[in-house]
């Protein structure tokens, strides 16, 4: 499986401010995923990042609030820009692996705390 | 992505075998059923998935009814460590993943 890390492990910001968030894969992978899990609820994707392309936001979600770069196969950046005390959540990044038979693995998340 | 169906919540003694269901009525030929956990707020784990065979690994077994409308995920020996949230989810290999509430397994001792 692939081996995914992401920075910063967590942060406390300030209301008003913006944070990149780094995913960081131990090999190439062609889909990466960006997923927001506010407190108490279940994951929901924020957007698609394919190498070489836009982002595909998904409904809720505009690049304006959370920009998305997708440099290479092994990177890839969130920023939360903007942020309020409602951007407050643990936020993941996912790849899917053809090595792995069409499996998506997550890194362990960024726990963001808005004031 | 077809909708899934589980439990809010279930208890499992520790030792025994823990079976956690899940509905997917409305599931396609080319969708895969994927099991996923979730530990404490860390990142979700993957246990296993299928298309319509059962499968084993090293963490568990996954049955797939005949018409695929149901699938269960099988711990045959849980322990304290597999208190989680169960995530039964099905889809379209190298589309995004679809969570719903999951199932909160508790094992107890």
């Known amino acids: 499986s692939a081996v995914i890390s992401q920075k910063p492990s967590r942060d406390i910001c300030q209301r008003g401010t913006s944070l990149t968030i780094q995913c960081q894969v131990d090999s190439q992978v062609t889909m990466m995923f960006w997923y927001r899990q506010q407190p108490g609820q279940s994951l929901t994707l924020i957007a698609t990042a394919n190498q070489g392309s836009e982002a595909t936001y998904e409904s809720g979600f505009v690049i304006d609030k959370f920009p998305i770069s997708r440099p290479n196969l092994t990177f890839s950046t969130l920023t939360v820009s903007n942020m309020s005390p409602e951007d407050s959540s643990i936020y993941l990044c996912?790849?899917?692996?053809?090595?792995?038979?069409?499996?998506?693995?997550f890194g362990p998340g960024t726990r963001l705390t808005v004031l | 992505d077809a909708k899934t169906t589980q439990p809010t919540s279930m208890d499992c003694a520790e030792g025994r075998a823990a079976n956690l269901p899940c509905n997917h009525s409305t599931i396609s030929g080319n969708e895969y059923v994927y099991w996923y956990r979730q530990i404490h707020s860390q990142g979700p784990q993957y246990i296993i998935h299928?298309?319509?065979n059962n499968e084993t690994n090293e963490m568990a077994s996954l049955i797939i009814t005949e018409d695929r409308k149901s699938s269960t995920l099988i711990l045959p020996h849980a322990t304290l460590r597999d208190t989680a949230v169960y995530y039964c989810?099905?889809?379209?290999?190298?589309?995004?993943?679809?969570f719903g509430k999951g199932t909160s397994l508790l094992v107890t001792p």
């Open positions: 989810i099905v889809r379209v290999p190298w589309y995004a993943l679809n």
């Open positions: 996912s790849v899917e692996s053809g090595l792995a038979a069409d499996t998506q693995y």
């Open positions: 299928g298309l319509k």
